[in-house]
C-alpha cells in the first residue's frame, strides 16, 4: 500500500520570504506525484506533477517541488511567498495504473505581512 | 471549456437519512472518482466510475454507492447517515481510466449531519 507523509501539519512565513514544504511517501512500485493546493471553502486545484523526465517540475504560481527517488521525497518550494498563497497544501501519489490518489493530511501554509 | 461542478453547495442531514449528491463532469471526460475529506484530514478515495461502471473502490462500507449516467455525470449516495460521514466530498473527472493523472475536482459538496 502507499502512504504521504507531510512533515508538517502547518508552516508560517513572512510574505516575500521563501518556504518549502515537505512530502514523503512510501510506495514498492512506481507511482506519479503530485501537489494540489485548497483554498478556502474550495475545492483541489493541481499545482504540479512529476510522470518522469526532469526531477524538478514547475508549477503555477511560481511554485517549483523536486523528486528525489533515493529520499522518496518530493518536496515543495517557493523563492518568495505572496499573502494570497494562504491555503491548505497537500501532497498525492498514484501508483501507475491505478485509479486513487493517495494524500496526505496536508500543510497549512500562513503568510504573514 | 466547462469545469467540474457538484450539488449541493452545502447540505444538512439527519443521522438515519439517506443523501444523494451529484457531480458533472469537465467536457470531455468519462472517468468521475469520489473522494471524502473529512475536516482536518487530506481527501480519502471512496470509488471510481468509468462508462457506467464502479472501477475502483476505496476502504468505504456499501452503504456508500454510486451511478455514472451516459453523459458521464454521476451521483454519490449514502444511505444510513452517520455523524462521522460530516465532511467535504469532491468529485474529480479524468478523461479516461488510464488517464487518472489528470484528474480534476470540483468545489465540493459540504455535507453535514446531525
Known amino acids: 500500500a502507499q502512504s504521504v507523509t507531510q512533515l508538517d501539519s502547518q508552516v508560517p512565513v513572512f510574505e516575500e520570504a521563501p518556504v518549502e514544504l515537505r512530502c514523503n511517501y512510501s510506495?514498492?512500485?512506481?507511482?506519479?506525484l503530485f501537489w494540489y493546493v485548497q483554498y478556502p471553502n474550495q475545492g483541489l486545484q493541481l499545482l504540479l506533477k512529476?510522470?518522469?523526465?526532469?526531477?524538478l517540475v514547475k508549477g503555477i504560481n511560481g511554485f517549483e517541488a523536486e523528486f528525489n527517488k533515493s529520499q522518496t521525497s518530493f518536496h515543495l518550494r517557493k523563492p518568495s511567498v505572496h499573502i494570497s498563497d494562504t491555503a491548505e497544501y497537500f501532497c498525492a501519489v498514484l501508483v501507475q495504473g491505478a485509479q486513487k490518489l493517495v494524500f496526505g493530511q496536508g500543510t497549512r501554509l500562513t503568510i504573514n505581512p | 471549456e466547462t469545469g467540474v461542478t457538484q450539488s449541493p453547495t452545502h447540505l444538512i442531514k439527519t443521522r438515519g437519512q439517506q443523501v444523494t449528491l451529484r457531480c458533472s463532469s469537465q467536457?470531455?471526460?468519462?472517468?468521475v472518482s469520489w473522494y471524502q475529506q473529512a475536516l482536518g484530514q487530506g481527501p480519502q478515495f471512496i470509488f471510481q466510475?468509468?462508462?457506467?461502471?464502479?472501477?475502483g473502490r476505496g476502504n468505504f462500507p456499501p452503504r456508500f454507492s454510486g451511478l455514472q449516467f451516459p453523459n458521464y455525470s454521476s451521483e454519490l449516495n449514502v444511505n444510513a447517515l452517520e455523524l462521522d460521514d460530516s465532511a467535504l466530498y469532491l468529485c474529480?473527472?479524468?478523461?479516461?481510466?488510464?488517464?487518472?493523472?489528470?484528474?480534476?475536482f470540483g468545489p465540493g459538496t459540504r455535507l453535514t449531519v446531525t
Open positions: 467536457s470531455g471526460h468519462n472517468t
Open positions: 510506495s514498492s512500485v512506481s507511482v506519479y
Open positions: 512529476y510522470l518522469s523526465g526532469s526531477t
Open positions: 474529480a473527472s479524468s478523461p479516461g481510466t488510464g488517464s487518472s493523472y489528470e484528474q480534476y
Open positions: 466510475y468509468y462508462r457506467e461502471e464502479e472501477n
